[in-house]
């Protein structure tokens, strides 16, 4: 009798486990369905964006930006942007991600070099494994916190008084639905951005104020619209990492206490077999 009461205790936490990876399921593809919707209109403003930054640089063709186009220098000082996830439960999402920038590390010149965290999990990794204290946090990463977070990051990059000689973002893209795959995207110097936006068109502009005004402001756009789309592009991956990992739990849920049934079942009929021969055997 004690092995089939722990038995209907474990058959009572699986369903209960079942349940709440179920729901989580549920909740992350809802979130992610609702990010997918925004997610045409954001890559149409970056793509529009890079664009027309692209065309007003042509007309000014003496530009250049000290922050955003720095001399080389023989002290670096580079900035490093590693975006991760705000919660858990999300299979290797986190693991992949880490293990990729742990490739990067090495070239990177602790004395010199300044840190910026952004999930929950990237702050625990950067601070607790690697004993690195970021000079900037941001825990909470939702679809609501995009633009202030990324308007942020461009206030810290161009107000610095020693501009960076480098500024790089690690993190995860959605290639699939079921393929998230970690990346490095360079922002400053800009020139790296500037090798992967559209040609410029042959309009002609009349410019009612500076063209070097014009072109730094649509330049620090371009930074915080590529900001905000890796921040978007991460927080979506996420979502459809948690739903495969909370869809996989629950199937092995379900195996699990099928199983656990018929274990249960075969038990107590074996007990009742028994009960039953040792009742006839004493008539």
Known sequence: MAELMQIRQRIAAIATIKKITHAMRLISMSSHTRLKTKEKSLTAYTKILTALFQTA???VSDWHNTVLQPSPSTQENQLV??????KGLCGNFNTTLFYFFEEYLSSYNP????YVAIGKKAIDYLEQKKKIIPSLVYKQLSANSLPAIARALVDHITLKPTPY?????FSNILKTFFLQKPEKTILIPFEALLATMPESDNSDFYWEQNGQEVVDFLAKQVIKGTLEYLLFQSLIAEQASRFISMDNSTRNADRLLESTKLQYNKLRQATITKELAELSGSF
């Open 57 to 59: 640089k042509s007309h």
């Open 81 to 86: 942007i590693l975006i991760g996830s705000d």
């Open 111 to 114: 004395e010199t070099t300044t």
């Open 165 to 169: 000689q480098s500024v790089t973002v």
